[in-house]
Nanobody, 126 residues
Framework: QVQLKESGGGSVQAGGSLTLSCGIF????????MGWFRQAPGKERSFVAA????????MYADSVKGRFNISVDNSKNTVNLQMNSLTPEDTAVYYC???????????????????WGQGTQVTVSS
């Protein structure tokens, strides 16, 4: 059974950078789509970025384009989210999820994902 575990969250000042990692345990053969979402207090979980486990295709929310980069390290079975130029608006709990669907606009919706990690807190101070 596949399990996900996020790491790398923390506190940073505005303009700083963080890298989140999502470890994928028990992964079988075949491709998946891995997504990063975030949820701020009182708000719904929202899409940040997604990538195919082959690493060949990715997509981003408009709010993070040009600042965040999602990548796959198949040697370590991790999906990483490099976050640069962070602002207080990026403060949230960040979750990774997995879906066996294709990378399309539907993978921007949380309901497309069948499994989630426990989340990791990112706090950006001004």
């Amino acid at each position: 059974q596949v399990q996900l575990k996020e790491s790398g969250g923390g506190s940073v000042q505005a303009g700083g950078s963080l890298t989140l990692s999502c470890g994928i345990f028990g992964r079988g053969s075949g491709g998946y789509v891995m997504g990063w979402f975030r949820q701020a207090p009182g708000k719904e979980r929202s899409f940040v970025a997604a990538v195919t486990t082959s690493g060949s295709n990715s997509m981003y929310a408009d709010s993070v384009k040009g600042r965040f980069n999602i990548s796959v390290d198949n040697s370590k079975n991790t999906v990483n989210l490099q976050m640069n130029s962070l602002t207080p608006e990026d403060t949230a709990v960040y979750y990774c999820g997995v879906t066996t669907g294709r990378l399309t606009n539907t993978t921007m919706a949380p309901r497309a994902y069948s499994l989630w990690g426990q989340g990791t807190q990112v706090t950006v101070s001004s």
